[in-house]
């Protein structure tokens, strides 16, 4: 076994950036086909429990409405979806995608624990909880795919900033 995590260390794949473009790719799509269900009014209807108990987005309602807050979460994901997207390509815009990608990610998740009848009875009572419920905790591991993009775009957009633009500076040999 010590053999082939030797190899397998040593390929170029594990070395260089792919989990970083992987879970880039994995987010954009994820935001981009969750942002397109948000202008159907059957999703917009869907999502009443969530926004409702969400304690970071309870507010969407009465400031926009059942359509409205769907629209306003749509073209919140559509936009940190095509910021991730334009990563590739801008180190600064990376983090801001990054960044509203967590932040999507906390809304969501603290939703968890203000779901209601999430151990109920249909579903067995604890720990078979409901699928509402169980909807929710994929954004667990969105929000760490999330952690992870910010702190990788943040090296890497630091790695752009010369140290006189961050108030460093360089004294030379004499």
């Not at 954009?28 to 969750?34: L, R, S």
């Not at 507010?59 to 306003?72: K, M, N």
């Not at 990376?94 to 209601?116: D, E, K, M, N, Q």
């Not at 992870?148 to 460093?168: C, F, H, T």
């Amino acid at each position: 076994m010590d053999h082939l995590i030797k190899k397998l260390s040593e390929l170029d794949l594990v070395r260089g950036d792919f989990d970083y473009h992987v879970t880039r790719v994995a987010m954009i799509i994820v935001f981009f086909v969750f942002s397109c269900q948000k202008w159907f009014d059957y999703e917009a209807h869907a999502l009443i429990p969530f926004i409702s108990n969400g304690p970071l987005i309870f507010w969407l309602y009465p400031v926009f409405g059942v359509r409205g807050a769907a629209y306003f979460l749509g073209s919140a994901e559509l936009l940190f979806g095509f910021l991730l997207l334009l990563g590739f390509w801008s180190r600064r815009l990376a983090v801001l995608g990054s960044l509203g990608s967590c932040a999507t990610y906390v809304a969501t998740v603290t939703i968890i624990p203000f779901f209601p009848d999430a151990w109920a009875a249909p579903a067995g009572g604890f720990p078979a909880a409901t699928l509402p419920f169980l909807f929710l905790m994929k954004d667990v591991v969105l929000l760490a795919a999330s952690v992870y993009l910010l702190k990788r775009d943040l090296l890497r957009a630091a790695a752009d900033v010369s140290p006189a633009q961050n108030g460093i500076v360089r004294q030379e040999a004499m």
